[in-house]
């Protein structure tokens, strides 16, 4: 980059960050700073190292290949700062691969084991490659950065780019050591950001927190030849902490009605750069309408580590939200919108989404939501342009679910996958176990209400806990019945040069002594075997009903259940079949139909539920079945009769009926 322009700030994001991504951190404080006057670059070398090790790969190790908690993007790095022998490589290499050997298959069910440990060798002969030539990627970094002339560089560090972040910073200090060094992000948060200042002192700050206000002040010190940790405009928005010498905590943002709309120029600037015909991402434009979690403000969920110092739950004005996500949409119509937020803020539901559909523009929105959400607010969704949500649907057991805090039932769960299958809405969720005091038999009764829900979203996968830095399970592990509590294995090889004390320090991931393993594996079992039936089954499974002349009828061919294919409900049966389609107590159902005795609303209840269309909870009944005239109102087909009569034809003549394999002429 010979031609480079000259910039008083680089702002820095290493390998492995996301690779579809920009750093939204990075794109505010450029914002920021070039609205103060201040020139600032930003650079996304998550794309030139794709580009070298190939998109594919890259992508799979920094999305957590081949487990999140062995951190093998940062074990690459590692031998940049800590050059490892040719045994220690070997015996982590073969941790790490030897267990789960389905993770390098992609040849299918049908390939042979002799295929399978072929795949094996060639990732490991590509792994291996990599941490030898690790070095050379650096230089390169570190050269691209100077080729800016900066005065100072600033560096993103999340999740696995804590040690790409600590190389390339200790080659610009050798190359230039008038430079000011800078970290901050979720690595930096707290005990981590002090263990890092303390282990390597060739950084001159390292912030921890929100540093949207503290930015320019900071820079203007630094550019003026002043201390940061004393100059008063920078002390009004952040805190040195005594002992712990460059580390600096900056105070919470407690208004965002001052919120600068990030930059995302260099980053689009580096994808035309490294991008080509062979590999066209999608690119996910990650924006923010709020920070912190209203729910985790007084009942923090058990296993999560999110908002460390951070929980305290702040929203932009809707309006100006508004203006920045149709501005973006604008700006950039091949990417999905992707909020980061934490938990969508509930005042949005009538103060915001409404506003996106009016708008009229042709919206990929992705969020964050709690599950306990209304049918017209899924509606409210979809009709904004939110096609993907990550709702934290982690169980469908109200007893483990009330182990974890989230207030909601497993009722409210599976309404919210149905609405969102009758609405066109994807939804992100998997199961996790491994609770003290969970009850072995609640995962039985799930086992057995898979199959009645195979026609819904199924999870990606069903998974043990881990303890994560600033969740209640680690900072109150005794009181959620955890001992022992350890960072997983891979930190102490990544981080081989430093003390058990400074691993600790840097850990986030965590494991611990709490039940048993086998145990876990034991009473789990039929959940997940059921949960991969679910995952093989759900593409050629639909139960959906259809209203008629008054009356319901239910077409059936769920891949997991043998039930009756076409079922015409009588008017009783009908009204009360319809009446829930949300959750209802039985009370309510017996007001509903008042006129007919409880003894015989009840057997139709029970008829309904085993046929397994309806779920009863022990106190709340819900139709499982899905509205086929939403499911093709909100997809814009509108020739309903037509999708009947085809529809039925199917169902008719085969055995199995998908939805999304109707094509209607």
Known sequence: ?????????????????????????????????????????????????????????????????????????????????????????????????????????????????????????????????????????VDYAASEILSFSPKIVGFTTVFQQNLATIAVAARLRELEPSLTIVLGGANCEGPMGQQLARSFPFIDLMISGEADLVIVPLVESVLAGEDPHTTLDVRQYAESMPGFGPFMQTKLVTN?????????????????????????????????????????????????????????????????????????????????????????????????????????????????????????????????????????????????????????????????????????????????????????????????????????????????????????????????????????????DIYEGLSPEAVFNLAYFFEADGIPKKEIEEYTRNLSNAIAGWRASHAKSSLIYIELDGRVVTIDSRAMIDGKKIEVLDDLESRIFLFCDGARAASAIFREVAGDSSDHISKILDGFCEKGIMWFDGEQYLSLAVSFTTFLQSRGRVNLEAAVDKILSNANATSSVSLELITLT
């Not at 709020?290 to 739950?313: D, I, K, V, Y």
């Not at 009538?350 to 992705?366: E, I, R, S, T, V």
Request: charged share 25%.
């Open 256 to 492: 965002l009605d001052d919120y600068v709309s990030p930059s995302f120029e260099d980053y689009f600037r580096d994808v035309k750069r490294f991008s080509d015909e062979s590999n066209v991402m999608k690119i996910h434009l990650p924006l923010e309408t709020s920070r912190g979690c209203w729910w985790g403000m007084t009942h923090h969920c058990t296993f999560c580590g999110l908002n460390g110092s951070t929980m305290s739950f702040r929203s932009r004005d809707p309006d100006d939200a508004l203006r920045e996500i149709l501005d973006n949409a604008l700006k950039y119509p091949e990417a999905k919108i992707s909020f980061v937020d934490n938990i969508l803020d509930y005042k949005y539901y009538k103060l915001l989404l409404p506003k996106l559909a009016q708008a009229g523009a042709d919206l990929d929105l992705f969020y964050e939501i709690k599950s306990n959400v209304t049918k017209p607010q899924v509606k409210a969704l979809k009709e904004a342009g939110v096609k993907h949500i990550q709702p934290g649907i982690e169980s469908l057991s109200d007893q483990v679910l009330k182990i974890m805090k989230k207030g909601v039932k497993a009722i409210q769960n599976v309404q919210l996958l149905k609405w969102c299958t009758e609405y066109g809405v994807k939804v992100d969720w998997n199961f996790l176990w491994g609770f003290p005091g969970e009850d072995p038999n609640e995962y039985q009764k799930m086992a057995l209400l898979v199959p009645s829900l195979c026609h819904l979203e199924p999870p990606a996968r069903g998974s043990e806990i881990r303890l994560d830095r600033f969740s209640p399970n680690f900072t109150r592990s005794s009181d959620f019945g955890f001992s022992n509590v350890r960072p997983y294995k891979a930190y102490y």
């Open 1 to 137: 980059m010979g031609d480079s322009p000259t910039a008083e700030v680089v702002l820095v994001s290493l390998p492995f960050g996301v690779l579809h991504s920009p750093s939204l951190a990075l794109g505010i404080l450029q914002a920021r700073l070039n609205a103060a006057g201040i020139s600032a670059k930003c650079r996304h070398f998550t794309l030139d190292y794709a580009a070298l090790v190939g998109y594919e790969l890259y992508d799979r190790v920094a999305t957590g290949f081949p487990r999140t908690t062995d951190l093998l993007g940062e074990w690459i790095f590692s031998h940049a700062i800590w050059p490892k022998s040719s045994a220690t490589q070997k015996e982590y290499l073969a941790q790490i691969f030897a267990v789960d050997e389905s993770s390098f298959d992609h040849a299918g069910d049908g390939a042979t084991r002799s295929e399978s440990a072929a795949k094996r060798l060639q990732v490991i002969e590509r792994i291996s490659w990599l941490a030898a030539n690790v070095r050379e990627f």
